[in-house]
Antibody
Framework: QVQLVQSGAEVKKPGASVKVSCKASGYTFTSYYMYWVRQAPGQGLEWMGIINPSGGTTTYAQNLQGRVTMTRDTSTSTVYMELSSLRSEDTAVYYC???????????????WGQGTLVTVSS | IVLTQSPGTLSLSPGERATLSCRASQSVSSSYLAWYQQKPGQAPRLLMYGATSRATGIPDRFSGSGSGTDFTLTISRLEPEDFAVYYCQQYVSSPLTFGGGTKVEIK
């Protein structure tokens, strides 16, 4: 069965960086683009970016350009999201989510990771 | 594309019908609209895609309708497990966007 398992909660100081992992299993890792979505406490969902696990190409949300980096390791079927220059507004639960079918255009998500809480506090 | 969901909160009793609205700032062609359910402390769960197609395992009390800029998610008879927050999402264009959510709470 398809599973996306994310790394554990993190507490960071303003200005630091955080790297969240998402390990995929139960399907062909390189066939499905992976998205990252975040959710601030009590708020809605915000798309952060997308990575092609096959070629490693990425597209990021405009408001995060320059601060976010998404990478992948095909040997472990894991995607990573690193966010730098953290500020309090980055406190959120970060989710990886699989595109529901092979392809690169915007789409919906059929499987989600369990979420990783990142808290930014001095 | 900005998605506006209404109402913000819906207070209903088990067995009642729930009607949730999602309005788009421009046309969502080919009904590239999805709905998700999210319970506290959990990741969102896909309910509907293509505006009207139920995802795998979703009971038939959930239905979706609409086209263009106006979409609706209907829960015909609320079960206790249906009390949650519901989000719509458009995927017709990048960046994909989500609505602000509708909370369905027990009256």
């Amino acid at each position: 069965q398809v599973q996306l398992v994310q790394s554990g909660a993190e507490v960071k100081k303003p200005g630091a960086s955080v790297k969240v992992s998402c390990k995929a299993s139960g399907y062909t890792f390189t066939s499905y683009y992976m998205y990252w979505v975040r959710q601030a406490p009590g708020q809605g969902l915000e798309w952060m970016g997308i990575i092609n696990p096959s070629g490693g190409t990425t597209t990021y949300a405009q408001n995060l350009q320059g601060r976010v980096t998404m990478t992948r390791d095909t040997s472990t079927s894991t995607v990573y999201m690193e966010l730098s220059s953290l500020r309090s507004e980055d406190t959120a639960v970060y989710y990886c989510a699989r595109r529901a079918s092979p392809g690169r255009n915007p789409y919906y998500f059929d499987y989600w990771g369990q979420g990783t809480l990142v808290t930014v506090s001095s | 594309i900005v998605l506006t969901q209404s109402p913000g909160t819906l207070s209903l009793s088990p067995g009642e019908r729930a009607t949730l609205s999602c309005r788009a700032s421009q046309s969502v062609s080919s009904s590239y609209l999805a709905w998700y359910q999210q319970k506290p402390g959990q990741a969102p769960r896909l309910l509907m895609y293509g505006a009207t197609s139920r995802a795998t395992g979703i009971p038939d009390r959930f239905s979706g309708s609409g086209s263009g800029t106006d979409f609706t998610l209907t829960i015909s008879r609320l079960e206790p497990e249906d009390f949650a927050v519901y989000y719509c999402q458009q995927y017709v264009s990048s960046p994909l966007t989500f609505g602000g959510g509708t909370k369905v709470e027990i009256k």
